[in-house]
């Protein structure tokens, strides 16, 4: 609202000391007024064009701050008195509390109903205490009370602190947004109801309302409280019902575990007992087969030349000692016979012949050494020579193809038996090699699976290429009804040359030459 001192909206007049409209009193400088702030002489101007208000208005250039401000509250306390009615606000004491159990409360008391009342006994202006306040009234049904107006000055905590020491009910009409400086204005803020200006300062009533208020929620709070104790022990008993069914699935599970452990610790004594009892009895089989192997040397050594020469014929089922085993080597008069291709024969017939079906694809230096000077007696002095001997005839046995040295002094057999080796000889000696000369073995002659594998282990630098060899074996039974170089030449799709087809399938026995001038297959 403004507060510019040549506006003024309500004069005092001198005759009455009473506030008046500018229409109430004669217009301009005999208007009969003076500004309520400063007590100056002011004009009254009805402003019939109506471009503005009717107002007062001091003297041309006159500078006065109070003025207007002073002139609203004079005339608001001149109506309330004039009128002996006032619109009190309603005033309900309330409190806000939360429960235990997170309930919200509340409850509300009216100490004061809304709306115009009766005033008697109304004191403007006069000092109480250490106050001075506006208006004292006595309203009806609500005895003394303080009435401040305020249109930009409010009550302050000091003000508000001495009511409050009073005890006296206190309320405060706000004019700062009554927007028309007129009677008519002011009546509707000051005597309609609702009034939305007017608010409650202070009531001494409302303490103790509010006191009332948490007493009667008293019984209320503490069945809350105790609901909530009760839920609270309840929540405990379920954690304390839970925790211990906890405990009792651990415990559960702890002995699952040890029964677990327990019963794998048996499995697996049970399991050690039987590797233990298992390696016993290799053990001894192997110990019973040493024995026996060297009781049969032993026999073998005694015996004389000629007999040990039937004995080579009979184990390799042959009449004569094959001649294509023979090596011209070092040291071949030290094993005691005369004929040097008896202990040659012996010792392929021994470490050679038809040792893949058993499995044994390897024959170590050392071990041929020994195991010839169980069959042969060599002096003494002799035993370099022999073992030369033996050396070089694993050489020669190695360079003919039956034989693969390998490292560590030792060779890997690659051919199956005597009679495969005799194929593989006939073949690398014939200028011109014939592959239609080569026939199916008789199928009850056929290598085990044992004899392919060691065969073709043997003969392979590394066991992918071994496992290709034995794959092609593996498939060999459904290829009988097709003549052998048919079959060469289709494995040689799948790897290598016809040649080296034919090569693993003589080394390893499923192929052999048929006698010279028989036909070998007929088409
Ligand atoms: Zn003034």
Redesign the pocket.
């Given at each position: 609202m403004h507060v510019l001192?040549d506006s003024?909206p309500f004069a005092l007049s001198e005759a009455d000391k009473r506030v008046y409209e500018p229409r109430a009193v004669p217009l301009g400088k005999n208007c009969g007024c003076v500004?309520?702030?400063?007590?100056?002489p002011?004009i009254a101007k009805h402003c019939m064009s109506g471009k503005r208000a009717p107002h007062f208005a001091?003297a041309a250039g006159y500078d006065?701050a109070?003025?207007f401000e002073t002139a609203l509250h004079l005339a608001a306390k001149q109506l309330i008195e004039t009128r002996g009615v006032l619109a009190f606000p309603e005033l309900i004491a309330s409190i806000k509390v939360w429960d235990d159990m997170g309930h919200v409360h509340e409850p509300a008391l009216q100490l004061v109903t809304g709306g115009l009342r009766r005033l008697c006994n109304v004191v403007l202006e006069k000092s109480l205490g250490q106050i001075r306040p506006d208006l004292r009234v006595d309203a009806d049904g609500l005895g003394t009370v303080l009435v401040e107006v305020a249109v930009t000055h409010f009550v302050d905590d000091r003000k508000l602190k001495q009511i409050r020491h009073m005890g006296i009910p206190a309320l405060e009409i706000d004019l700062s947004m009554c927007r028309d400086a007129t009677f008519a204005a002011l009546e509707v803020a000051l005597f309609d109801k609702p009034s939305g200006t007017t608010k409650w300062l202070y009531h001494p009533g409302l303490a103790e309302a509010e006191c009332r208020l948490r007493e009667s929620l008293r019984d209320v709070l503490s069945a809350a409280t105790e609901s909530a104790e009760a839920r609270a022990r309840s929540r405990a008993e379920i954690d304390a019902a839970e925790r211990i069914e906890e405990a009792a699935r651990q415990a559960e599970r702890e002995v699952r575990r040890r029964t677990e452990e327990a019963r794998q610790a048996d499995t697996e004594a049970a399991r050690l007992k039987e590797v233990a009892e298992r390696k016993r009895i290799t053990d001894e089989a192997q110990r019973i087969q040493r024995y026996e192997d060297l009781k049969k040397a032993a026999v073998f050594k005694a015996r004389p030349e000629e007999r040990k020469r039937q004995a080579v014929l009979s184990r390799l089922g042959r009449s004569q000692l094959p001649a294509f085993l023979a090596a011209k080597v070092r040291g071949a008069m030290s094993f005691g016979v005369e004929e040097t291709l008896l202990w040659q024969v012996t010792l392929f017939g021994g470490l050679v012949h038809q040792q893949p079906a058993k499995g044994n694809g390897w024959i170590g230096r050392n071990y041929a050494r020994a195991w010839m000077r169980y069959r042969f007696p060599v002096p003494q002095a002799l035993h370099k020579d022999a073992n030369d001997a033996i050396d070089d005839y694993l050489m020669a046995l190695a360079v003919n193809g039956a034989l693969i040295a390998c490292r560590n002094n030792s060779y890997a057999i690659t051919v199956a038996d005597l009679t495969c080796f005799e194929t593989l000889i006939a073949i690398r000696n014939s200028r011109n090699f014939d592959p239609g000369r080569l026939q199916w073995t008789p199928k009850e002659e056929w290598p085990t699976e044992q004899q392919a594998w060691t065969v073709a282990e043997g003969m392979s630098p590394n066991l992918s290429a071994a496992g290709r060899w034995f794959k092609l074996a593996s498939e060999m039974h459904r290829n009988i009804g097709f003549p052998p170089i048919v079959i060469c030449e289709w494995g040689s799709q799948v790897g290598g040359t016809k040649e080296s087809v034919a090569n693993y399938l003589v080394r390893a026995g499923y192929l052999r030459l048929a006698p010279n001038g028989a036909a070998a297959v007929t088409r």
């Open positions: 001192g003024i500004c309520p702030g400063c007590r100056q002011v001091h006065c109070s003025g």
